[in-house]
């Protein structure tokens, strides 16, 4: 029975609960060694190969992955977890194909901005013909509504029908209790700037992008241009912006300049709290034309249903996104977004952990679900879809677990578990972290804001704890700086980019060791007798304790 005070129990009595994993050396053995590489290998090279087109939403290619997801599920003995009878929850999106161009005039000078080079520009509204003229411009810092920061960009300014002009990411500090730090909040992620100043009434956004706010090179933001964009239809009443835009860093800095002000300065000006929007003289224009279709694709979830009757109606759910980003063009011999490392590897190491539950013959207490969802390069969307369409009310999942794009170079000294230090999750790990003798380390790129950025974060914004569990940069026989090279390297090199292919070199012993680390991450928290909690002052908590509240009184 579900409630508030065995849920808040949690903190005082898990370590001693944790035996239940460990009653016999055999039992011990037997989930040391669940997780095999060469297994994970060779779900990496089929998920990756150019058979699978790179995985695009609505393609052939991404059916035949989530076949092949649904095949490995039933091949380990994992029961169908839709409706008990399917492995596939049904996904509709519509697909949107846009073009645009962008004007801007004013400052005694006018541009027409080139898709791709200059900028790049889409739409929500389902409407093959979208246009603005003349619309003010209005610079507006961060753009950010903040009350808990003490920080409102949108304060005495009045947005209604203007398109403006902002940076990505957040206000800097070195303080903890003002934006996190140097730790990216969600007020810093693109995806809140466009929802934010819809919400406030604006016709549009023109995100400017530099490198080191980005946290990622113009070119992953240039390549969507000419491909389908996809979205869960929007309800009736969302408010949404008509214009959704980059402009690259060497455009925007022109532009400005013409009209007398400096970007660096700029960026300076948006980080003090004295900031006030300024409006620009300044003119867009824009037409947006967009094919638009509908299409249908596919969580792919099976379950291992718990032991306990007490518990089973509670569930753990693991994660990984399947999808990438397709073809760039048809017809060019380069032109697959095979998606190796994002996220065959993560979707790899799903498969097995789930194997591991049902071959290890451990009978956890709670029910295990394992998610391949899908469409997650197009913002989250099957996860979103997902906690939006549970399989268990969102109240009787205990804790999403997530793997995307995992460690596959090699054997670490420590491991990256992204959001357990909300919750009281952070226990759990911290035991599993001893048991396989390895460090805990923060996220070594906490600026880019990790958390936001992957499907745990579905579940989070309905209050579910989470942790996402990745890869340290301590490589086991490297020099020091060889982690941060490699992750440097493919950032620059592979992210987003068709040359994220499958290599034979690499080794997968790091993905055996973050594989084998969620597995037992998992398996404590399906045979823990509490809920794990939010930590006080996390903005979820409330959202969590009022999903759990509303159960109880319908009791």
Known sequence: MLSVHRINLFAIVFPFLLGYACQSPERQGRIDGAIHSEKIRSHIQFLSDDITEGRGPGSRGIELAAKYIATQFQGSGLQPAVGDSSYFQKVGLTAMRSTTNLILRGFGRYWSLKPGEHFTAKTKIENPYLSLR??????????????????????????????????????????????????????????????????????????????????????????????ESFQISPKEDEKLLSLRAWINEEKAREILTAGGYELDDLIQKANSSSFQPIELSLKVSTTIRTQLRTIETENVIAKLEGSDPELRDECIIYTAHYDHLGNKQAGDEDGIYNGAFDNASGTAALIEIAAAFAKTNLNPKRTILFAAVTAEESGL????????????????????????????????KNIVTLGAERSSIQQIVKEVAKEMSVELSPDSRPEQGLFFRSDQFSFVKKGV???????????????????????????????????????????LEGTVQIAQFAFKTGLYLANSNEMPTWNDGEQFKKIREQSIADVISKK
Not at 400 to 408: E, F, G, L, P
Request: charged share 20%.
């Open 381 to 412: 969307l099957g996860s979103e879809y997902l906690a939006q369409n549970p399989i268990f009310p969102l109240s009787k999942t205990v804790a999403n677990i997530n793997t995307d794009a995992i460690n596959v170079w090699g054997k670490t």
């Open 134 to 227: 003349n619309k003010n411009v209005v610079f507006m810092g961060y753009g950010i509504d903040a009350p808990e920061f003490n920080w409102n960009d949108y304060e005495d300014v009045d947005v209604a029908g203007k398109v403006l002009l902002m940076f990505v990411n957040e206000p800097s500090s070195s303080s903890a209790s003002f934006f996190d730090a140097d730790t990216l909040t969600y007020y810093g992620r693109w995806t809140y700037k466009y929802e934010e100043a819809a919400r406030k009434g604006a016709d549009g956004v023109i995100l400017i992008h530099t490198t080191p706010l980005a946290g990622y090179g113009w070119n992953v933001i240039s390549n969507s241009v000419g491909r």
């Open 465 to 507: 704890p989470a942790v996402n569990i990745k890869g340290g940069l301590k490589f086991i026989g490297k020099p020091e700086n060889w982690g941060p090279n490699m992750v440097k390297d493919y950032v620059a090199n592979r992210y987003h980019q068709v040359k994220d292919e499958y290599d034979p070199n690499w080794s």
